[in-house]
């Protein structure tokens, strides 16, 4: 696999020393270090209060999705401190107060804020995920994505880094490939791209496995070919800090 450029891998480990020692990096902190490594996200902001989450709301424009952000809070979902498919000003606002309550009574760390996410029409759902395994070091791991991924264990596994025609040839192996080639007349998803994310993410973990114990994209939104991917949630945990 072709190494990381220079600048990327220090553009990386910039943005993770800026983290906050004392916690996990949140989802937002997450994308935005593998932002340097070339993946995509949705476009997103963080603010505080449930005013600025309907106006973050409007100008990102409806439908969005709306998460609590606490520290240290990895299952946003099961905590139930997420809500999708929000379609106006009036329940941006009464999402994001009762969010920020909820929040409050999580039993973990201190409130972050509500992140507030443009919602995307994905071809398919994938998990892309790196960790440090005790007997052959970094891997690399790809399946259906979503909250199936427990379910099926569909997943295709390589030592990390790898190439992305290796990722490709990762992605034929799942049973996501169906829908990532257009399923029953639906439109074929950006695979290049999917393969390009798979590669950047096994660069990265390799890249880091003196620091990072797992690092995990689920799930990453393949969109219609030639649109891209999304990775929607995503998950950096430092060594040290395992789940």
Known sequence: AAATPADALAEARRRLASIPSGRMPT???ARQVLAAYGVRGPREVLVTGAGEAARAAKS???PVVLK???ADLVHKTEAGLVRVGV???AEARAAAADLIERARQ???GPFIGILVQEMVAPVAELLVGGRLD???GPIIVVGGGGILVEVYKDVAIRLAPVTEAVALEMLEETRASALLRGFRRRPAGDVPEAARTVAAVSRFIADFAGEIAEVEINPLAVLPEGRGVSALDCLIVPRGREL
């Open 60 to 62: 990102l424009g409806y």
């Open 68 to 70: 609590g952000v606490v």
């Open 134 to 136: 005790a007997d052959f």
């Open 87 to 89: 379609r106006s000003e």
């Open 27 to 29: 989802e937002a902190e």
């Open 106 to 108: 999580a039993r973990a």
